[in-house]
């Protein structure tokens, strides 16, 4: 098992920035990439970034490139996720997600979330 747990979350205002963190525990070795998603009210959850768990690769949502910068800490077992330049419409819950290879984060392990505000 992989435990995700989310935090950094928060209520700021458009134009500022927030540092999502997520601690990852368990059977990390099992990790191939960890990814940050989000969800906002009536809406579909989307894809936001990705890492790979060397750190090596990164991939975004055309939403959030220049804004956000996914990286991760090995030795904290910790990816973290800058947001700069926020936006209104960047209010959602984010939730962090671990795959395996050759695996979907549908089927990954997935933290409970952390709720970000924007407000105009």
């Known amino acids: 098992q992989v435990q995700p747990v989310e935090s950094g979350g928060g209520l700021v205002q458009a134009g500022g920035s927030l540092r999502l963190s997520c601690a990852v525990s368990?059977?990390?070795?099992?990790?191939?990439?960890m990814g940050w998603f989000r969800q906002s009210p009536g809406k579909e959850r989307e894809f936001v970034a990705d890492?790979?768990?060397?750190?090596?690769?990164?991939a975004y949502a055309d939403s959030v490139k220049g804004r956000f910068t996914i990286s991760r800490d090995n030795a904290k077992n910790t990816v973290y996720l800058q947001m700069n330049s926020l936006k209104p419409e960047d209010t959602a819950v984010y939730y962090c997600?671990?795959?395996?290879?050759?695996?979907?984060?549908?089927?990954?392990?997935w933290g409970q979330g952390t709720q970000v505000t924007v407000s105009s």
């Open positions: 997600a671990a795959r395996s290879a050759g695996g979907r984060y549908e089927s990954g392990y």
């Open positions: 368990g059977r990390t070795f099992s990790i191939f990439r």
């Open positions: 890492i790979s768990w060397s750190g090596s690769t990164t």
